[in-house]
């Protein structure tokens, strides 16, 4: 019924002459006056949450050798020793009524205790089950009472959504309590945001301010069709563009959590992608600027064996139109494993159809997991074996040789010269490391100094520091 009404109302003014005086008339009924989103509102807002969490971080002595300057020009500074409290403040969505709620990532990341509130003020603590660091999303379940169902959000469809439809961002900005602001979808597959590997969002005028990141942004039947992420401000408030991560891509990583899964696995292209500028654009007889140019193929995976070429130009996949690299990735990661994807590709200015398995990147060789021990600048590093997988899992650069830091324990050696998740190990000490082994048996020793060479991000950075 509060569509139709708000539709005859919209079409009657477009009815109305457009001149000034017919702009200023008074409504012509109460039902006019009393139009509002309270129905919308009423029927999201129970299933938004917040979402607190913290973490406990130790006390350790610090080790004088960290304040070597050439560690912190290496390394950009290292962490300080702990002993205070880390707090975050977020919001969260009800998905499933055992309790299931789809946050930020970055909302609870390296937190160890969350809680969850509801916006009827019950509180309850709350399991983390899964962290997406690539579309930087969470899911938590609200540890309540045996056999307790909470309100939940029904999913919408992100890729029926239009530029200009009205959109709520239902949220607990500034930790001020469960607010509700209103504005429309203002663009849609945007990309080049830099706010997580699978950048393709809703981006929307709804005011988004801090403490909203996590919470719900909903169509005017109260179906959730993102969740509100980041903004951009010069302020730190909002200024009317904000993002949300589509809800096409959070029911995978729902549907992971819900069976078991700790860790979401998407389908590989196995192909190195690059966005079209004008020149490349030109130099391939392309009208716009518009497509994912395949800079290069692996011979072993499934872009190679569908057909896929270098010189290629990726400009939709299974029918859904893609303008940049980034579109690809985000049609192929909301896709589950299983089955095969149709890749549109212009081949030397003609038409052409590549069939993509989907399936996931191959762990060749296995990871083989280790935390380097003893006295070492990566003592305390996590660190794996380079695979497609692990490339894929962990954003790693392009590079086929080295080990990838995973994870640096707190207060460790490695945490205190500010080794950093990403960075690839080249070599130590002039040995080159091709094996999480390698470099195991290469921190072992106690040497004078410590000749060091790593890849963080593409930048290749070599240092010697004094043992």
Not at 218 to 230: E, F, K, P, Q, T
Not at 294 to 319: F, M, T
Request: aromatic residues 4%.
């Amino acid at each position: 019924m509060f569509r139709k009404i708000f539709a005859a109302v919209v079409l009657a003014s477009f009815a109305t002459p457009l001149h000034a005086e017919a702009t200023r008339q008074p409504p012509a009924s109460e039902t006019q006056v009393t139009l509002s989103f309270a129905p919308v509102v009423k029927k999201a807002a129970p299933a938004v949450v917040n979402v607190y969490a913290q973490r406990i971080e130790r006390t350790l002595r610090r080790n004088p050798l960290f304040d070597d300057p050439i560690f912190q020009r290496f390394f950009g500074g290292g962490r300080g020793p702990g002993g205070a409290t880390a707090r975050s403040l977020g919001s969260g969505v009800i998905v499933d009524p055992s309790g299931l709620v789809v946050t930020n990532n970055h909302v609870i990341a390296d937190m160890n205790e969350v809680k969850v509130a509801l916006a009827d003020r019950r509180e309850f603590p709350a399991d983390i089950l899964l962290r997406d660091t690539r579309s930087d999303l969470a899911i938590l379940r609200i540890k309540g009472p045996k056999g307790a169902t909470f309100p939940v959000l029904q999913m919408g469809d992100s890729d029926a959504l239009q530029v200009g439809d009205l959109a709520l961002a239902i949220g607990d900005p500034f930790g001020v309590g469960q607010t509700v602001t209103q504005g429309i979808i203002s663009a849609l597959a945007r990309t080049e945001t830099g706010i997580s590997d699978y950048g393709f969002f809703i981006q929307t005028d709804a005011a988004i301010n801090p403490g909203n990141s996590g919470g719900a942004l909903v169509d005017m039947s109260g179906r959730l069709i993102g969740i509100n992420a980041a903004i951009v401000s010069q302020s730190g408030g909002s200024v009317g563009i904000g993002f949300a991560i589509p809800v096409n891509m959070v029911k995978d990583v729902l549907e992971t959590a819900m069976a078991g899964g700790k860790e979401v696995h998407r389908p590989w292209l196995g192909a190195t992608l690059q966005n079209l500028n004008r020149d490349i654009a030109d130099s391939l007889g392309l009208d716009r600027q518009a497509g994912a140019l395949v800079a290069d193929v692996d011979p072993r995976g499934p872009a190679a064996e569908g057909g896929l070429k270098q010189g290629d130009v990726i400009i939709a996949v299974d029918g859904k139109d893609v303008y940049d690299s980034g579109g690809v990735g985000y049609r192929l990661a909301a896709k589950p494993i299983g089955g095969v994807a149709s890749l549109s590709v212009l081949r030397n200015g003609k038409a052409a159809v590549v069939p993509l398995k989907l399936e996931a990147a191959p762990e060749r060789p296995p990871r083989d997991q280790l935390t380097i021990a003893g006295s070492s600048p990566f003592a305390g590093a996590t660190v794996v074996n380079i695979s497609p997988a692990t490339t894929e899992q962990y954003s790693l650069p392009h590079v086929s040789q080295g080990v990838a830091v995973i994870g640096v324990q707190d207060g460790s050696p490695a945490a205190m010269v500010g080794v950093q998740n990403g960075d690839v190990v080249l070599s130590l000490n002039g040995e080159k490391i091709q094996t999480t082994r390698d470099l195991q048996r290469a921190a072992a020793g106690s040497p004078y100094v410590w000749r060091l060479q790593i890849n963080r991000g593409g930048q290749v950075i070599s240092s010697v520091i004094g043992g």
